[in-house]
Nanobody, 124 residues
Framework: QVQLVESGGGLAQPGGSLRLSCVAS????????MSWARQAPGKGLEWVSG????????YYADSVKGRFTVSRDNAKNTLYLQMNSLKPEDTALYFC?????????????????WGQGTQVTVSS
């Protein structure tokens, strides 16, 4: 069955860095776009970043542009999110999600599998 397992979250200081990973199994990883989304306490889901199935293009939320970098290793079935210059407002539960297509659209109904999430807390 399809599984998405995130890791790499934790506590970071403002200005610090974390790298999230999402290991996928149970499907042909290289055929589907993937995205990262986050949900802060009391807030709705925010699309953070996404990447085409072949890694040829990406998108970023304005709130993370220039600080976060999404990448994927199709040989390792793994999605990454490098997060630099972290801010307290980046505190949230971060999810990876598998799209139903090659393009990482920012529409929840176009994602059929989600990981369990990894908590990121940015605080001094």
């Amino acid at each position: 069955q399809v599984q998405l397992v995130e890791s790499g979250g934790g506590l970071a200081q403002p200005g610090g860095s974390l790298r999230l990973s999402c290991v996928a199994s149970g499907f042909t990883f290289s055929s589907y776009a993937m995205s990262w989304a986050r949900q802060a306490p009391g807030k709705g889901l925010e699309w953070v970043s996404g990447i085409y199935n072949d890694g040829s293009d990406t998108y970023y939320a304005d709130s993370v542009k220039g600080r976060f970098t999404v990448s994927r290793d199709n040989a390792k079935n793994t999605l990454y999110l490098q997060m630099n210059s972290l801010k307290p407002e980046d505190t949230a539960l971060y999810f990876c999600a598998k799209a139903t297509m090659e393009v990482p659209v920012r529409v929840a109904k176009e994602y059929d599998y989600w990981g369990q999430g990894t908590q990121v807390t940015v605080s001094s």
